[in-house]
């Protein structure tokens, strides 16, 4: 990762982790600002930040499904992140987040009654948030949504809909009725996005071959290029940092 950015990331407890992926948190210590790209990872990015020239506001950052301009990591700034899983949307954010598939919401300032302060301590960010998801866990994970997206997860999103819709006891119809109702995409769509973060994890040590359920060499490399709008050996390649996932997953 590049000299002037600090990342670190912390898991969820165990209550909490059918809901949430991780907190993270990044911090631009240069005088300068950093253009990143953006690549899909499944994950719905609840973030809080603040720079010495931006003011401090809180985004909700949708589903991606392909490469998109981040944009910029400003100047001497500081951001905090809950990275939810799927299941989140309904359980925890309550709302639907099918507008926002690859873009983003600002948040009212005191969303989850957080504040500017409460960047200025990574740990104790993680516990307040983590209280404020348990609060709102008002009921369980349905049954059939629990196993879909534990089959999803675990596989790294290999099995095939009709697969998971029988290993569920929940028809493809509802699951995509329900998957385009509450995230924007098809549970397909969203399966070719965990194997594509799959593969990321593999490209970033320099595996430059299909690892995760891909036909062949060339199938790998036309999904991935679909997704990303890069060739493996670009994003490993990686220049200057230019991809903030395949940095963090490097720093690992």
Same mark, same amino acid.
């Given at each position: 990762?590049?000299?002037?950015?600090?990342?670190?990331?912390?898991?969820?407890?165990?209550?909490?982790?059918?809901?949430?992926?991780?907190?993270?948190?990044?911090?631009?210590? @240069?005088?300068?600002?950093?253009?990143?790209?953006?690549?899909?990872?499944?994950?719905?990015?609840? *973030?809080?930040?603040?720079? @010495?020239?931006?003011?401090?506001?809180? %985004?909700?950052?949708?589903?991606?499904?392909?490469?998109y301009?981040?944009?910029?990591?400003? $100047?001497? @700034?500081? %951001?905090?992140?809950?990275?939810?899983?799927?299941?989140a949307?309904?359980?925890?954010?309550?709302?639907?987040?099918?507008?926002?598939?690859?873009? $983003?919401?600002?948040?009212?300032?005191?969303?989850?009654? &957080?504040?500017?302060?409460?960047?200025?301590?990574?740990?104790?960010?993680?516990?307040?948030?983590?209280?404020?998801?348990?609060?709102?866990?008002?009921?369980?994970?349905e049954?059939?949504?629990?196993?879909?997206?534990?089959?999803?997860?675990? %596989?790294?999103?290999?099995? %095939?809909?009709?697969?998971? *819709?029988?290993?569920?006891?929940?028809?493809?119809?509802?699951?995509?009725?329900?998957?385009?109702?509450?995230?924007?995409?098809?549970?397909?769509?969203?399966?070719?996005?965990?194997?594509?973060? $799959?593969?990321?994890?593999?490209?970033?040590?320099?595996?430059?071959?299909?690892?995760?359920n891909?036909?062949?060499?060339?199938? &790998?490399?036309?999904?991935?290029?679909?997704? *990303?709008?890069?060739?493996?050996?670009?994003?490993?390649?990686?220049?200057?940092?230019?991809?903030?996932?395949?940095?963090?997953?490097?720093s690992?």
């Amino acid at each position: 990762m590049h000299d002037n950015l600090e990342y670190i990331s912390s898991q969820p407890k165990q209550n909490i982790s059918d809901f949430v992926d991780s907190f993270w948190c990044i911090r631009n210590t @240069s005088n300068e600002t950093l253009e990143t790209i953006g690549l899909p990872d499944g994950r719905i990015d609840l *973030s809080l930040f603040q720079s @010495s020239e931006e003011p401090f506001r809180i %985004t909700l950052l949708g589903l991606g499904t392909k490469q998109y301009e981040k944009g910029r990591i400003p $100047a001497n @700034s500081l %951001t905090f992140v809950i990275s939810f899983k799927l299941p989140a949307v309904e359980y925890v954010l309550q709302e639907s987040i099918a507008g926002i598939v690859n873009s $983003a919401k600002n948040l009212e300032l005191d969303f989850w009654d &957080f504040n500017k302060r409460d960047l200025e301590d990574f740990e104790l960010f993680c516990k307040k948030a983590s209280l404020k998801i348990e609060s709102l866990l008002l009921k369980e994970l349905e049954t059939r949504k629990q196993k879909l997206f534990k089959l999803a997860y675990q %596989t790294n999103g290999s099995m %095939t809909v009709r697969e998971m *819709s029988e290993k569920s006891g929940w028809s493809s119809r509802q699951i995509n009725r329900y998957f385009n109702s509450y995230f924007g995409i098809s549970l397909k769509e969203f399966c070719s996005i965990l194997r594509f973060r $799959a593969s990321l994890e593999h490209i970033a040590k320099g595996k430059l071959f299909p690892e995760e359920n891909f036909s062949d060499q060339t199938h &790998f490399i036309k999904e991935i290029k679909k997704i *990303s709008g890069s060739l493996p050996k670009e994003l490993f390649q990686n220049k200057n940092d230019r991809f903030i996932l395949l940095s963090a997953l490097s720093s690992k």
